[in-house]
């Protein structure tokens, strides 16, 4: 039996269909990082936290059942499937829930600059609703903003690793605009902060995204915020 | 009469005490004296048992006291009662008693006396009682409800109904439920009267593993909703190493329109306790918990002086029977928390601490302070200490090929006869709901058959016809649960009682997972603004969508079925979803956004009651002298609607 | 609030039960039953003496819905959020209640401090549908098949009775 402590054999398992040889103590997350391949963690943190409480390690059974690879517990012939599309599509809604709960200000966020799981995450698996904001200090980029420049990246949908500013262009908001509130409001202080003048700022979004779904929402948020934050309403 | 009980030892040859029991005390009670043969001790044991049955003087009364019982007025019955014995001098015993389980009758009272026909008496009031009484004592019956047996002896007997010609008791196999409504259950002295502890006796003759050999034979299923083999629980459990092992007994009943363990723990609470006794035997533990909801203060206060009588005559403590085996139980109070009627959390709350955990392990090898606990729910060791009493060819007598066995269902909601009813697993709901509830109530027209609780689902009117086990009700979408069934008729709206279900589970989710923690709040708000007029048909992919992601990616069971009634809604009726989608209207005119009361001026007579009893001072009145009602102002509660005296209110 | 007081009071309370983790819910369930409702001061000093860090302390008396720590009023109107009394009526009920209480979103008690609604998980009487319990000092009084009109009824009962407790007091 593979859980009396001290029993040094080692058990098979089947990740994606390679076979593993590791303890009976391991879990299916221990027994992956073995062969090198990489399940998505958030909360898992080693022993001190195994609680399974994000759900985004998830992985596949061989009878449809999705478990949480950092806490369940390998047994003898068990087979796990780490990327099948159920998976993936798993993966993505958790983060998409995450994203709903989360604030994001990303510009003023410690973790910007690369040491942000969640961002990178998100674009690996194309959830949006992140800024561009957020990947351009990870390229080594000077913010633009900071030189007076109109940029649309606090705006912007991530996932391009701010290609655009590191070639020394401000961006020009082809992802398509962010859409949540609480974004738009920290990119609204944001050009306030750097004395961008809305009216740039306005000229642009019209120019990109004057044909977008999402620009009309966009600019009634910018009248609302310029009412909270200027007094007056703009454009 | 000395006040000998059958529980004392009958003369001095007898050497049981609670230091050195005899192993045939429970059987030698009632079939006793076993070690000597002498008459006198003979007599008395058969003189008691009538005592117990008959009273002292051959006429005994019994008013139920359980919460429901209680709630509709039995206590101030069994005041009455005291009195109309004491002032007329009436030679007679005033016991307490279970609840039966018709709810509609409550409260009631039974009469017995030797050579009469026990009576029962339905809805009964203070005032009732010396009439009853009266009448009882001079032979007549002609005010009963049902009879348990006749007698031929008394007066209109055949006017009244046998117990068992009614279809809601006699469609029933009364099992666990035995007991409910005839022992006191304060008294263990009557328990083992009616035959309780003989389980316990057997079980203790036997090896542990017999014992479990004996539940595998019998095929009892987990009755608290998951309906796992009880016996491999138990086996796992056994074949752990461990010095230390609990079992706990799961009496945290947290579905709403479920009571039938309130109703075991406050009519029959020696029998769980029992049942617990031999779980404990048989996997080898020494300390028993008994948790129990808040909500439920009489079900604790019973299972806690049930607990001290049998501590106080031996069958708790140190050598049990004396068979060396050691056991002693502690009743736990829950803070009020639905997800506490889960596993893991429930142990989480007897170590002080909140929320479920990732399962495997199980708490089978792993629980109650990392060691290997067994949780039971209270109907499956009361399932227990029958098994064990009559042998497992009497349980599996019943039930499927699947599901062995009966279990107690609780049908509430829009029936006739609200109760708690035992039947074999395999009794289709037509069945439960029509002959034995009685159907809907007059003029209504059955919608929906809500079963398992939050955590289940929606059966529509047409396939009421499915047998109610496990399989055929996880195929159909709902789950078995604990056994609560709410009757839906055409007056309730699907997608209102949909997002009822979902509101529970949003406040109950214990926020550790996301999927649950977020997801559900997202469906929850997705319902919401259907029921408010503002859904669109994307919304309904996205409950299509996110539900099955809720389903599968949840941490514990909680999470795992609170999409259910979403989703078995949308299976069967997602018409009425069109409905207040497309056509911003709901059919069954609940959800108060899409609805208005008006008064139907042909019909008003002006009278002003609506006027003076709407509190949100929506209605004015019109230079004709009829009321009208302003809907921007109107809350919607209904109050003028029920109170119009002409009816002239409707709703639209 | 003098928490001298509240300190011996609590000491009292943990010493009847135990000075173990595994005793807290039963622990706050008496401190509750003592005050009505869970004082912060009271909180700190069982984490205090069980060694317990605050904040797990918190976790389970915010995680149970039984505990409260804002003060009630003198009467807690418990309406039950049961199945069976949802759909007879129970929803509109408790609507109707917090209009004529006066009691505006995010409220839970009357300015007048008379009253506290909650909403109770299901009592068991589903029979008996819609039930609203009421307990205060010394009562827990069960009321069935309630409709907008009993509850008008209800408030005015208790309404008396309580503002002859607070002339008393």
């Given at each position: 039996?593979?859980?009396?402590?001290?029993?040094?054999?080692?058990v098979?398992?089947?990740?994606d269909?390679?076979?593993?040889?590791?303890?009976?103590?391991?879990?299916?997350?221990?027994a992956?990082?073995?062969i090198?391949?990489?399940?998505?963690?958030?909360?898992y943190?080693?022993?001190?936290?195994?609680?399974?409480?994000?759900?985004l390690?998830?992985v596949?059974?061989e009878?449809?059942?999705?478990?949480?690879?950092?806490?369940?517990?390998?047994?003898?012939?068990?087979k796990?499937?780490?990327?099948?599309?159920?998976?993936?599509?798993?993966?993505?809604?958790?983060?998409?829930?995450?994203?709903?709960?989360?604030?994001?200000?990303?510009?003023?966020?410690?973790?910007?600059?690369?040491?942000?799981?969640?961002?990178?995450?998100?674009?690996?698996?194309?959830?949006?609703?992140?800024?561009?904001?957020?990947?351009c200090p990870?390229?080594?980029?000077?913010?633009?903003?900071?030189?007076?420049i109109?940029?649309?990246?606090?705006?912007?949908?991530?996932?391009?690793?701010?290609?655009c500013?590191?070639?020394?262009?401000?961006?020009?908001?082809?992802?398509?605009p962010?859409?949540?509130?609480?974004?738009?409001?920290?990119?609204?202080k944001l050009?306030l902060?750097?004395?961008?003048?809305?009216s740039?700022?306005?000229s642009?979004?019209?120019?990109?995204?004057?044909s977008s779904?999402?620009?009309?929402?966009l600019?009634?948020?910018?009248?609302?915020?310029?009412?909270?934050?200027?007094?007056?309403?703009?454009? | 009469m000395?006040?000998?009980t059958?529980?004392?030892?009958?003369?001095?040859?007898?050497?049981?005490?609670i230091?050195?029991?005899?192993?045939?005390?429970?059987?030698?009670?009632?079939?006793?004296?076993l070690?000597?043969?002498?008459?006198?001790?003979r007599?008395?044991?058969?003189?008691?048992?009538?005592?117990?049955?008959?009273?002292?003087?051959?006429?005994?009364?019994?008013v139920?006291?359980?919460?429901?019982?209680?709630?509709?007025?039995?206590?101030?019955?069994?005041?009455?009662?005291?009195?109309?014995?004491?002032s007329?001098?009436?030679r007679?015993?005033?016991s307490?008693?279970?609840?039966?389980?018709?709810?509609?009758?409550?409260?009631?009272?039974?009469?017995?006396?030797?050579?009469m026909p026990?009576?029962?008496?339905?809805?009964?009031?203070?005032?009732?009682?010396?009439?009853?009484?009266?009448?009882?004592?001079?032979?007549s019956?002609?005010?009963?409800?049902?009879?348990?047996?006749?007698?031929?002896?008394?007066?209109?007997?055949?006017?009244?109904?046998?117990?068992e010609?009614?279809?809601?008791?006699?469609?029933q196999?009364?099992?666990?439920?035995?007991?409910?409504?005839?022992?006191?259950?304060e008294?263990?002295e009557?328990?083992?009267?009616y035959?309780?502890?003989?389980?316990l006796?057997?079980?203790?003759?036997?090896?542990p593993?017999?014992?479990?050999?004996?539940?595998?034979?019998?095929?009892?299923?987990?009755?608290?909703?998951?309906?796992?083999?009880?016996?491999?629980k138990?086996?796992?459990?056994?074949?752990?190493v461990?010095?230390?092992?609990?079992?706990?007994?799961?009496?945290?009943?947290?579905?709403?329109g479920?009571?039938?363990n309130?109703?075991l723990?406050?009519?029959d609470p020696f029998?769980?306790?029992e049942g617990?006794?031999?779980?404990?035997?048989?996997?080898?533990?020494?300390q028993?918990?008994?948790?129990v909801?808040v909500?439920?203060?009489?079900?604790?206060?019973?299972?806690?002086?049930?607990?001290?009588?049998?501590?106080?005559?031996?069958?708790?403590?140190?050598?049990?029977?004396?068979?060396?085996?050691?056991?002693?139980?502690?009743?736990?109070?829950?803070a009020?928390?639905?997800?506490?009627?889960?596993e893991?959390?429930?142990?989480?709350a007897?170590?002080?601490?909140?929320?479920?955990?990732?399962?495997?392990?199980?708490?089978?090898?792993?629980?109650?302070?990392?060691?290997?606990?067994?949780?039971?729910n209270v109907?499956?060791l009361?399932?227990?200490?029958?098994?064990?009493?009559?042998?497992?060819?009497?349980?599996?007598?019943?039930g499927?090929?699947?599901?062995k066995?009966?279990?107690?269902f609780?049908?509430?909601g829009?029936?006739?006869?609200?109760?708690?009813?035992?039947?074999?697993?395999?009794?289709?709901i037509?069945?439960?709901?029509?002959?034995?509830?009685?159907?809907?109530?007059e003029?209504r027209?059955?919608?929906?058959v809500?079963?398992?609780?939050?955590?289940?689902g929606?059966?529509?009117?047409?396939?009421?016809?499915?047998?109610?086990?496990?399989?055929?009700?996880q195929?159909?979408g709902?789950?078995?649960g604990?056994?609560?069934?709410v009757?839906?008729?055409?007056?309730?709206?699907?997608?209102?009682?949909?997002?009822?279900?979902?509101?529970?589970?949003?406040v109950?989710?214990?926020?550790?997972?996301?999927?649950?923690?977020?997801?559900?709040?997202?469906?929850?708000?997705?319902m919401?603004?259907?029921?408010?007029?503002k859904?669109?048909?994307?919304?309904?992919?996205?409950?299509?969508?996110?539900?099955?992601?809720?389903?599968?990616?949840?941490?514990?069971a909680?999470?795992?079925?609170?999409?259910?009634?979403i989703l078995?809604?949308?299976?069967?009726?997602?018409?009425e979803?069109?409905?207040?989608?497309?056509?911003?209207?709901?059919?069954?005119?609940?959800?108060?956004?899409?609805i208005?009361?008006?008064?139907?001026?042909?019909?008003?007579?002006g009278?002003?009651?609506?006027?003076r009893?709407c509190?949100?001072?929506?209605?004015?009145?019109?230079?004709?002298?009829?009321?009208?009602?302003?809907?921007?102002?109107?809350i919607?509660?209904?109050?003028?609607?029920?109170?119009c005296?002409v009816?002239?209110?409707?709703?639209? | 609030?003098?928490t001298?007081?509240?300190?011996?009071?609590?000491?009292?309370?943990?010493?009847?039960?135990?000075?173990?983790?595994?005793?807290?819910?039963?622990?706050?369930?008496?401190?509750?039953?003592?005050?009505?409702?869970?004082p912060?001061?009271t909180?700190e000093?069982?984490?205090?003496?069980?060694?317990?860090?605050?904040?797990?302390?918190?976790?389970?008396?915010t995680?149970y819905?039984?505990?409260?720590?804002?003060?009630?009023?003198?009467?807690t109107i418990?309406?039950?959020?049961?199945?069976?009394c949802?759909?007879?009526?129970?929803?509109?009920n408790?609507?109707?209640?917090?209009?004529?209480?006066?009691?505006?979103?995010?409220?839970?008690?009357?300015?007048?401090?008379?009253?506290?609604?909650?909403?109770?998980?299901?009592?068991?009487?589903?029979?008996l549908a819609?039930?609203?319990?009421?307990?205060?000092?010394?009562?827990?009084?069960?009321?069935?098949?309630v409709?907008?009109r009993?509850i008008?009824?209800?408030?005015?009962?208790?309404r008396?009775?309580?503002l002859?407790?607070?002339?008393?007091?």
């Open positions: 039996m593979p859980y009396i402590r001290g029993d040094y054999s080692l098979k398992v089947y990740i269909g390679i076979e593993v040889e590791v303890p009976p103590s391991y879990t299916i997350l221990q992956v990082n073995k090198g391949v990489k399940i998505p963690t958030l909360c943190f080693g022993e001190i936290y195994r609680e399974a409480s994000c759900r390690c998830l596949e059974l009878n449809g059942k999705l478990v949480p690879a950092c806490a369940y517990p390998i047994q003898d012939n068990l796990v499937y780490t990327n099948t599309p159920r998976v993936r599509m798993t993966r993505r809604v958790v983060l998409e829930l995450i994203l709903a709960i989360h604030r994001i200000r990303c510009q003023s966020c410690p973790r910007k600059g690369g040491f942000c799981e969640l961002l990178k995450l998100c674009n690996e698996y194309g959830v949006e609703g992140i800024p561009v904001c957020a990947e990870l390229m080594g980029n000077d913010c633009f903003l900071t030189k007076g109109p940029c649309l990246g606090p705006l912007t949908v991530a996932g391009c690793n701010a290609q500013i590191i070639e020394g262009n401000a961006c020009m908001g082809c992802r398509g962010v859409t949540r509130r609480d974004v738009v409001e920290e990119a609204f050009y902060k750097y004395n961008i003048p809305m740039e700022v306005l642009r979004m019209k120019m990109f995204w004057s779904p999402f620009y009309d929402h600019t009634s948020l910018f009248s609302q915020f310029s009412l909270k934050y200027q007094g007056e309403r703009h454009g | 000395s006040s000998w059958l529980l004392d030892r009958c003369c001095n040859t007898c050497w049981h005490s230091d050195y029991p005899c192993r045939n005390y429970i059987r030698c009670r009632i079939e006793g004296p070690c000597h043969d002498v008459s006198e001790c007599d008395k044991r058969l003189r008691r048992l009538k005592e117990i049955k008959y009273g002292k003087y051959g006429f005994k009364i019994k139920p006291m359980a919460s429901c019982t209680i709630a509709a007025g039995s206590k101030e019955v069994y005041k009455a009662v005291i009195d109309e014995v004491k007329r001098g009436i007679a015993d005033i307490i008693t279970g609840c039966m389980g018709l709810c509609f009758i409550d409260p009631w009272i039974e009469l017995i006396k030797e050579g026990p009576a029962i008496y339905a809805n009964v009031k203070p005032e009732d009682i010396p009439k009853i009484i009266n009448e009882y004592l001079n032979g019956v002609s005010s009963a409800f049902a009879l348990r047996h006749r007698t031929g002896k008394a007066k209109d007997e055949d006017k009244v109904p046998l117990l010609e009614i279809p809601a008791w006699g469609k196999v009364r099992w666990v439920s035995r007991n409910c409504g005839i022992v006191n259950p008294s263990l009557e328990y083992i009267a035959g309780g502890y003989r389980g006796e057997r079980a203790l003759k036997m090896k593993e017999e014992v479990i050999e004996e539940v595998k034979k019998a095929g009892l299923r987990g009755r608290g909703g998951a309906g796992f083999p009880t016996w491999l138990w086996k796992i459990c056994r074949d752990q461990s010095d230390v092992k609990y079992v706990i007994a799961n009496a945290d009943e947290g579905d709403p479920a009571f039938m309130r109703l723990a406050e009519s029998r769980i306790i617990l006794t031999i779980a404990a035997y048989a996997i080898g533990a020494k028993g918990f008994i948790f909801r909500e439920k203060p009489l079900m604790a206060e019973r299972l806690s002086k049930a607990v001290e009588e049998a501590r106080k005559y031996g069958l708790l403590g140190d050598n049990i029977l004396g068979k060396g085996f050691s056991f002693n139980i502690e009743v736990i109070l829950s009020g928390a639905f997800v506490c009627g889960e893991t959390a429930m142990i989480a007897i170590e002080g601490r909140t929320s479920p955990r990732q399962r495997p392990p199980y708490p089978a090898t792993k629980g109650l302070w990392g060691k290997p606990t067994i949780i039971n109907e499956t009361a399932h227990v200490s029958l098994i064990l009493a009559e042998g497992w060819k009497e349980f599996a007598k019943y499927t090929e699947k599901s066995g009966t279990k107690m609780c049908v509430t829009a029936v006739k006869y609200t109760g708690a009813y035992e039947v074999p697993i395999g009794t289709t037509k069945t439960l709901v029509e002959e034995i509830a009685g159907g809907v109530k003029g027209k059955i919608k929906a809500q079963i398992g609780g939050p955590s289940g929606c059966i529509p009117a047409d396939l009421l016809d499915i047998p109610i086990d496990y399989h055929t009700l195929s159909a709902a789950i078995m604990s056994g609560g069934i009757v839906i008729d055409d007056t309730s709206c699907m997608v209102d009682v949909a997002r009822y279900f979902t509101a529970f589970t949003v109950e989710s214990c926020g550790k997972c996301i999927p649950c923690r977020v997801g559900m709040k997202i469906l929850y708000d997705i919401t603004r259907i029921t408010e007029g859904g669109t048909e994307e919304d309904l992919e996205i409950l299509e969508k996110l539900g099955n992601i809720v389903k599968n990616a949840s941490l514990c909680l999470g795992g079925t609170a999409p259910n009634p078995s809604t949308l299976r069967y009726f997602k018409d979803y069109l409905a207040h989608i497309r056509d911003k209207k709901c059919p069954a005119k609940v959800c108060r956004k899409l208005e009361y008006v008064i139907d001026e042909s019909k008003c007579i009278c002003g009651t609506c006027y009893i509190s949100a001072s929506a209605i004015t009145k019109t230079p004709q002298g009829k009321y009208r009602i302003d809907p921007k102002k109107c919607r509660c209904g109050q003028c609607y029920s109170t005296p009816n002239a209110i409707y709703k639209r | 609030m003098d001298t007081t509240s300190n011996v009071i609590v000491k009292r309370i943990v010493e009847n039960i135990g000075y173990d983790r595994r005793h807290l819910i039963r622990i706050l369930q008496e401190i509750q039953r003592e005050y009505g409702y869970l912060r001061e909180l000093e069982v984490s205090r003496i069980l060694h317990i860090p605050l904040s797990d302390v918190l976790t389970v008396a995680f819905h039984q505990f409260t720590l804002e003060s009630p009023g003198l009467f418990w309406v039950c959020m049961g199945t069976a949802h759909l007879k009526g129970n929803a509109e408790y609507d109707y209640l917090r209009t004529i209480l006066g009691l505006k979103e995010g409220e839970k008690t009357t300015k007048d401090k008379l009253f506290t609604v909650e909403k109770a998980r299901c009592f068991g009487c589903c029979s819609p039930v609203i319990v009421v307990t205060g000092p010394g009562i827990r009084d069960l009321y069935g098949y409709t907008p009993d008008n009824k209800i408030i005015a009962k208790y008396s009775l309580g002859k407790k607070l002339k008393e007091r």
